[in-house]
């Protein structure tokens, strides 16, 4: 909380997705942002450029751009997109040791300068680099979560609107493991409008949208060649945001450290949690079939892996 009383998000790195996101908040009237980056003048001329926006778009919420984490003091959340995005035949795992160095001095100053935070980690490999934050910053687990699920299943939201002809609004959708390929689209549990999915699309197409959902990230880069996604992901972290500065108790998918759920323990994995104030004040844990659950064992053991690579 600000001084003022208003409510207060950092956002670190002024990038694509961290930019985005900050422009997000202030425009829905969130809180105030101040966003960090390394790059001196980029995160200051995004801010101003954004202020200045304001008397068009008619928002009065503040953002000012930082090199330092002096002006991040006392954040009720913050965001954590600073690190280099995929390129195109790269995978996530490829970006594990640079981002794993830049995470972890970002959350220890993140640490310092708001010790009661809420942290939501975006950089990618994002469940390894949920490891990398809870160390770093000595949060309690429950304040510190990844954003991959809410984007993963937007797509797949999206995916099957567009298949079944029929408003995004209606679809209910959610993936579970972790945010690469061996993520789990829990199709079983896709509906629309309360009514199981494959009353409206066969079998193929569903197989077909699951597919692409795991690959989802990677269709953006092809096409975009030289970065990753950035306006799903920063409409999803944004949507965890809301989520937490507004109590709202909401069901999404994140990255969330387990002990124990799923068969899964001392690793972050996507899964349904419950976000309100306190950050991940639930854990929902499914009965699966034997099938899902071997698949997200498969997630399981690639998340595993990746961390001992830390
Ligand atoms: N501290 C602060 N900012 C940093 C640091 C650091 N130590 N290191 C890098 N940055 C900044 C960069 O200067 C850059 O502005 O992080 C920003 C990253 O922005 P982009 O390169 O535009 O990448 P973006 O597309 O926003 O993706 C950021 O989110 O979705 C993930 O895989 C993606 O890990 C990547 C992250």
Redesign the pocket.
């Given at each position: 909380m600000n001084r003022s009383g208003r409510r207060k998000v950092t956002v670190?790195?002024?990038?694509?997705?961290?930019a985005t996101a900050a422009q997000r908040i202030i425009e829905k009237g969130l809180a105030d942002v101040v966003m960090?980056?390394?790059?001196e003048g980029?995160p200051q001329g995004k801010g101003l450029d954004m202020m200045e926006s304001g008397p068009v778009e008619g928002f009065d919420m503040t953002i000012v751009g930082t090199n330092g984490y002096e002006a991040t003091a006392g954040s009720d959340v913050v965001v954590v997109?600073?690190?280099?995005?995929?390129k195109p035949g790269m995978s996530r795992d490829d970006?594990l040791k640079t981002?794993a160095g830049?995470v972890k001095?970002?959350c220890e100053q993140v640490a310092k300068y708001s010790p009661e935070a809420i942290m939501i980690v975006?950089?990618?490999p994002l469940d390894a680099m949920c490891h990398v934050a809870l160390t770093a910053s000595g949060f309690p687990a429950h304040r510190v979560i990844g954003m991959a699920g809410v984007l993963d299943s937007a797509r797949m939201r999206h995916f099957i609107a567009d298949a079944a002809k029929v408003s995004v609004k209606n679809v209910q959708a959610f993936v579970l493991g972790g945010h690469g390929d061996t993520m789990v689209p829990l199709m079983r549990y896709a509906t629309i409008s309360g009514i199981p999915v494959d009353r409206f699309l066969d079998k193929a197409t569903i197989d077909a949208i699951a597919t692409r959902t795991r690959n989802g990230g990677i269709e953006i880069v092809n096409y975009l060649k030289t970065?990753?996604a950035?306006y799903a992901?920063s409409s999803s972290a944004v949507e965890m945001v809301d989520a937490i500065l507004n109590d709202r108790k909401e069901l999404l998918p994140c990255a969330v450290h387990l002990s124990g759920q799923y068969g899964a323990k001392d690793l972050f994995l996507g899964v349904l949690a419950k976000l309100g104030k306190e950050g991940v004040e639930q854990i929902i844990e499914l009965e699966l079939l034997p099938e899902e659950q071997a698949n997200l064992d498969k997630s399981i053991a690639a998340v595993k892996e990746l961390v001992t690579l830390l």
């Open positions: 670190v790195g002024a990038g694509f997705v961290g960090v980056d390394i790059a980029i997109t600073a690190g280099i995005p995929r970006l981002n830049i001095a970002v975006v950089s990618n970065g990753s950035y992901p």
